[in-house]
């Protein structure tokens, strides 16, 4: 038996689990703001959302996948690098998973690669050119979506007060289904290609592909975009109802118009990163939009359960590095100790994971978490009539200061 073509499948395998992770983990992405606002049945959302994570198969190509690809530059890659590099960003989606924390898939198998190569070649074996490139979109992706958000949410607002509509108006609502689509369509064209990029890592490494002859990109072959693809989505349908809860009922509270705006900031971004080939984090484009939907709509944000959501931020790419440098260590043991170890980790860790999905939260839980239709609708209607006030109180003014000049005018 050749051990390592065995390996190689093992891990591929591993590289699909770690795509049904990011599939559920990010679910929340689009289907957070079309729950929380009762534009979609809960039940019906996650089917809606991994419709589109798979349709971005037959559309987009594979600049993301070559960037995570060539993080670790080839000669220092194989089986235990990636083997570490996936155990890390599984544990850590899991964990944050549990937690309730919308992390970052993308800093998770970054940090993991990062971590891996370290432990096997030193600062020699990273592509840091390749690192650099996916620092700049994960940072940068969350300002660029809070500020269209925000600007979207203006936009929205004045819409509102030009044509006298309420925040739950179907308008909005089928604005939110035509965004969320367009969220999820993002999030899998750009999620998928990071597993991708992963499996083509791995078969450079073990020769079961090569570079183009331009030597710019991998050569992937297509049976690797329609299983990450496929996983992705299959991860989608999941749900990983506590994030959705977190992201839709916890950061701000969300109705249709500002739903609609935070789907347009993270849609906006997330498809600008990857056009540019850069792995973002879809997470933190969509978490970031919906704070700034929330403090357009002047209804704010509930800042202790950001504060914990940044803080996982922070702690994403050293924590998954840190698991995947001791996990490589593991691996150069002893072989009978070795086996121990990475066998006896991999078995408690697998059995944590299994329990944890049995008692989890499903869509009802947080569909009954969900203010009602007739809720929703009013808190929209008291704003409007709000405004309404305002806005005759701000005509009355005028016309009194207009009477008043007048009055001055033909006294004098």
């Given at each position: 038996?050749?051990?390592l073509?065995v390996?190689?499948i ?5 590289a699909l689990?770690?795509?049904?992770t990011?599939g559920?983990?990010d679910?929340a ?6 729950v929380a606002?009762?534009a979609?049945?809960?039940k019906?959302?996650?089917a809606?959302?991994?419709f589109?994570?798979f349709?971005?198969?037959f559309i987009?190509?594979?600049?993301v ?5 060539k993080t670790?530059?080839?000669e220092?890659g ?14 850590w989606?899991y ?5 309730g924390?919308?992390?970052s ?5 970054i940090?993991?690669?990062v ?12 592509s840091?050119d ?8 994960i940072?940068?992706?969350?300002a660029v979506a ?9 936009l929205?607002?004045g819409a509102?007060r030009?044509?006298r ?11 939110q289904?035509?965004s969320a ?8 064209a750009n ?6 990029g992963v499996?083509?890592?791995l078969?450079l490494a073990t020769?079961h ?7 710019k990109?991998v050569?992937?072959?297509?049976w ?6 496929s996983?992705i989505?299959?991860g989608t349908?999941w ?14 509270t969300?109705?249709?118009?500002s739903g ?7 849609s906006?971004?997330i498809?600008g990163?990857?056009a540019?080939?850069?792995?973002i984090s879809?997470?933190?484009a969509?978490?970031s939009?919906i704070?700034?939907a929330?403090?357009?709509s002047?209804?704010?944000a ?10 996982a931020?922070v702690?994403?790419?050293p924590?998954?590095?840190s698991?995947?440098?001791l ?8 072989t009978v ?8 980790t991999l078995?408690?860790f697998a059995?944590w994971?299994?329990?944890a999905?049995?008692?989890?939260i499903?869509?009802d839980?947080?569909?009954a978490?969900?203010?009602s239709e007739?809720?929703l ?7 409007l009539l709000?405004l309404r ?14 009477t ?8 004098s």
């Amino acid at each position: 038996m050749d051990v390592l073509l065995v390996s190689v499948i093992a891990l591929i395998a591993l590289a699909l689990v770690f795509d049904f992770t990011n599939g559920f983990h990010d679910a929340a992405n689009s289907v957070a703001t079309v729950v929380a606002t009762r534009a979609l049945p809960a039940k019906w959302a996650p089917a809606f959302s991994a419709f589109f994570n798979f349709a971005a198969y037959f559309i987009i190509g594979t600049a993301v996948a070559n960037t995570v690809a060539k993080t670790v530059k080839p000669e220092y890659g194989g089986v235990a690098v990636v083997f570490a590099a996936l155990f890390a960003a599984v544990a850590w989606n899991y964990v944050t998973w549990y937690l309730g924390l919308p992390s970052s898939s993308s800093h998770a198998i970054i940090g993991g690669l990062v971590g891996a190569g370290l432990a096997a070649g030193g600062v020699a074996a990273i592509s840091w050119d390749a690192v650099t490139k996916a620092v700049i979109g994960i940072v940068a992706s969350p300002a660029v979506a809070f500020s269209i958000a925000l600007i979207a949410m203006y936009l929205v607002a004045g819409a509102q007060r030009l044509f006298r509509m309420r925040d739950e108006h179907p308008v909005f609502k089928g604005l939110q289904l035509v965004s969320a689509g367009a969220v999820s369509f993002g999030h899998g064209a750009n999620d998928a290609q990071k597993t991708m990029g992963v499996i083509a890592a791995l078969l450079l490494a073990t020769g079961h592909t090569q570079m183009s002859a331009d030597g710019k990109t991998v050569e992937l072959p297509e049976w690797v975009a329609l299983s990450a693809y496929s996983a992705i989505a299959l991860g989608t349908l999941w749900g990983g109802w506590k994030i959705i809860e977190t992201m839709g009922l916890k950061i701000t509270t969300l109705h249709a118009n500002s739903g609609a705006a935070a789907n347009i900031g993270a849609s906006a971004a997330i498809f600008g990163a990857t056009a540019a080939g850069m792995p973002i984090s879809t997470t933190h484009a969509a978490a970031s939009s919906i704070v700034g939907a929330g403090l357009g709509s002047k209804r704010g944000a509930h800042w202790n359960v950001v504060g914990r959501m940044v803080l996982a931020w922070v702690l994403t790419i050293p924590s998954a590095a840190s698991v995947a440098w001791l996990m490589f260590h593991l691996t150069r043991l002893p072989t009978v100790l070795a086996w121990i170890t990475v066998g006896a980790t991999l078995i408690a860790f697998a059995a944590w994971a299994g329990w944890a999905m049995m008692h989890t939260i499903h869509s009802d839980d947080v569909e009954a978490e969900v203010p009602s239709e007739e809720e929703l609708d009013r808190d929209g209607l008291l704003e409007l009539l709000d405004l309404r006030d305002s806005e005759r109180a701000d005509e009355t003014a005028t016309d009194d200061a207009t009477t008043a000049a007048a009055d001055r005018t033909t006294s004098s």
